[in-house]
């Protein structure tokens, strides 16, 4: 923020705008229409994407005066790793749609600020390579669970050899929803941005094809498809996976308290509580709402983590005032991307950083363990 203002003083404004609700907007006029719309983009009528927005809204921040703020330590600690703040970049698929260093510029930008991006299977980007980009910063991997065990045991091994510590396995897109903006530019950002894709660099997954990718990309990606769809997994299949991974391991999409309940009686290490940024169930409950219960439910026994719909620093002190460890922040770092690369994410990634240290003090704490729900009030009326 301080460099903002000195900046200032030299007549320089910031290459990309610190305003989120404009930051969208800049994204949509730097883009292709497919792009935007497979970014931007919700499930169904976008009902949920707006309930997530609006449950923000009905929470506000009630500040205390005098409380000896002025300095702020934001750091926390995650399954013993050291992070600056409890904000982590969420996983987001196929980024060379929206600019050619995709996932590797976003790997960049977190490490140099030490802060952990979740490296999806739907990357346009190799594990191996990605894991280069990290550098010495957290490796996180995300995990979308194929229905063959030895693709799984293959990507698992690899990302385990790369270096990564930490898997988050999404449970709520073992297919993809009914998202009309990308139906109606029949999934080109799918196609664009899968060909080189983890599952594509696989060697399990290529021993199944036919011929390799580079050659028949259409017969892969209708391999590919099934693969990833399907309900055929169960909480007890979820061994499966401890089997495979060493480190801890944290389930994304989770919304009802039992399933959380589940969750730890599995003896998973986190979950994060998620609707996917509203674009899988549409008309589903805002994240934020199912919050608090969950918390309740399971908060002293496993992690609990939390995405969907944050775009400002308050919604971050927000979610982690009623319970969450730490929050991923979604479409906002990849419209950074859109703009600038490694630049544009550490920009928005560093405005986010700088907004969470200023709000969090200007409301009188000088921590993040500090926020409890007593921070808040319900909005007259909600
Ligand atoms: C996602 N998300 C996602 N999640 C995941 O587990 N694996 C993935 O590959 C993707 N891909 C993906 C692509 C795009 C373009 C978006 C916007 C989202 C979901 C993501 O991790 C996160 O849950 C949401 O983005 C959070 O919502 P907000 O903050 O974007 O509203």
Redesign the pocket.
């Known amino acids: 923020q301080s460099e903002i203002y000195a900046q200032g003083l030299e007549g320089r404004t910031p290459k990309i705008t610190t305003d989120p609700a404009a930051l969208e907007d800049a994204a949509g006029a730097l883009l292709e229409p497919w792009a935007f719309g497979?970014?931007a983009g919700n499930a169904g009528t976008g009902s949920t994407?707006r309930a997530?927005a609006d449950a923000f809204g009905q929470w506000r921040i009630v500040p205390r005066m005098l409380t000896d703020a002025t300095t702020r330590d934001l750091r926390t600690s995650l399954f013993g790793e050291d992070l600056p703040a409890p904000v982590l970049l969420?996983?987001?698929?196929v980024q060379s749609i929206v600019h050619p260093d995709g996932e590797l510029a976003t790997a960049r930008a977190a490490a140099g600020l030490g802060v952990p991006s979740v490296l999806?299977?739907?990357a346009s980007h190799t594990i191996e390579d990605v894991a280069d980009a990290c550098g010495g910063g957290p490796r996180w991997f995300?995990l979308?669970w194929p229905n063959d065990d030895d693709v799984t045991a293959s990507i698992l091994r690899r990302a385990r050899d790369a270096g990564f510590t930490t898997l988050?396995v999404?449970l709520d897109?073992w297919t993809l929803a009914w998202r009309p903006r990308d139906l109606d530019n029949a999934y080109v950002p799918f196609v664009r941005g899968v060909g080189t894709a983890i599952p594509f660099s696989d060697p399990a997954f290529r021993a199944l094809l036919d011929r390799p990718p580079e050659e028949d990309l259409a017969g892969a990606v209708q391999r590919w498809v099934p693969m990833f769809t399907g309900t055929d997994k169960s909480w007890g299949r979820l061994s499966l996976l401890r089997q495979l991974w060493d480190g801890p391991i944290v389930l994304?999409g989770i919304l009802h308290a039992d399933d959380a309940r589940r969750a730890a009686d599995a003896g998973m290490d986190g979950i994060v509580v998620?609707n996917?940024?509203?674009?899988q169930v549409d008309g589903a409950i805002a994240s934020l709402d199912a919050l608090p219960l969950i918390v309740e439910a399971v908060g002293d026994r496993i992690e609990v983590l939390f995405?969907?719909?944050?775009r400002s620093a308050s919604d971050v002190v927000k979610a982690l005032a009623l319970g969450a460890r730490a929050v991923?922040?979604?479409?906002p770092y990849?419209y950074g991307l859109a703009h600038g690369g490694e630049e544009g994410v550490r920009d928005v990634l560093r405005g986010v950083l700088a907004d969470l240290d200023l709000t969090l003090g200007l409301a009188g704490y000088r921590t993040p363990a500090e926020l409890s729900q007593g921070s808040l009030m319900r909005a007259p009326g909600s």
């Open positions: 497979y970014v994407a997530n969420a996983p987001v698929g999806s299977t739907a995300q979308y988050v999404t897109t994304k998620s996917h940024g509203g674009r995405d969907s719909g944050i991923l922040l979604g479409r990849v």
